[in-house]
């Protein structure tokens, strides 16, 4: 999960994490994109006192902010080229008990569901609601569960243009579209909060610009 500009969410993302029904456990990371919350990250995590799913929690405090592409830094370092499990989350979301349980059990090795997921057609905002189960051609970065493997591939990183680097929902499905991965719609329950404070809202136009340039590139 990353973070930047809702850090009184922590407190409510533990203790939601902490209540999943998951026996096996949570390891959290948590990278952190604004330096000066991390005194205030370090307190939060301190008071915390786990007491169900949650095992461990991890931070880093990355000097810049480099959005929600960290989410797959992480992921390599973590995986590796093998094929694990990954449930990347939004620091928005509210999450019912049975959330992780629901995404695990949508788990396949080479593709993403998620709970954000459509059908786009010629632009990103021209697109299709599905049911739980239905295939994607886009899937976003917050709740979802992925095959870890796809930030192995260094080009993961290099190819990606300086301009969209903060748009990383797109590039991780037009990657594993490109792969031949499925791409589908879960139903994990869960809820929004907080949306004025999201970071979308100022990248609204560069995300049709980016998905036309995606759309723009040869397969192979």
């Not at 000097?63 to 590796?80: D, E, Q």
């Not at 459509?118 to 295939?135: C, I």
Request: proline fraction near 6%; charge should be negative; charged fraction near 25%.
């Amino acid at each position: 999960m990353c973070l930047w500009n809702r850090p009184e969410r922590v407190p409510h993302l533990l203790r939601e994490l902490d209540a999943q029904d998951l026996p096996h456990g949570i390891r959290l990371v948590l990278w952190n994109n604004r330096g000066s919350n991390a005194a205030l990250l370090r307190r939060q995590l301190a008071a915390f006192h786990p007491m169900g799913a949650l095992r461990s929690v991890e931070t880093f405090t990355s000097p810049v902010n480099v959005g929600g592409v960290a989410r797959f830094m992480v992921v390599r370092k973590l995986v590796g080229d093998r094929v694990a499990p990954v449930v990347l989350l939004d620091d928005d979301q509210v999450t019912e008990p049975e959330f992780m349980s629901t995404l695990l059990a949508d788990h396949r090795p080479r593709s993403i569901a998620g709970v954000y997921a459509w059908r786009t057609e010629s632009s990103y905002w021209d697109r299709s609601p599905l049911d739980a189960g239905d295939d994607a051609n886009y899937v976003g970065t917050g709740g979802c569960i992925i095959d870890g493997s796809i930030a192995s591939d260094p080009t993961f990183f290099d190819h990606l243009p300086d301009r969209y680097s903060f748009i990383e929902d797109l590039w991780m499905s037009d990657r594993a579209t490109r792969l031949g991965w499925t791409l589908r719609k879960s139903d994990a329950p869960f809820a929004f909060v907080a949306d004025e404070t999201n970071q979308y809202r100022s990248m609204i136009g560069l995300k049709d610009e980016f998905h036309a340039y995606l759309r723009s590139q040869p397969t192979h």
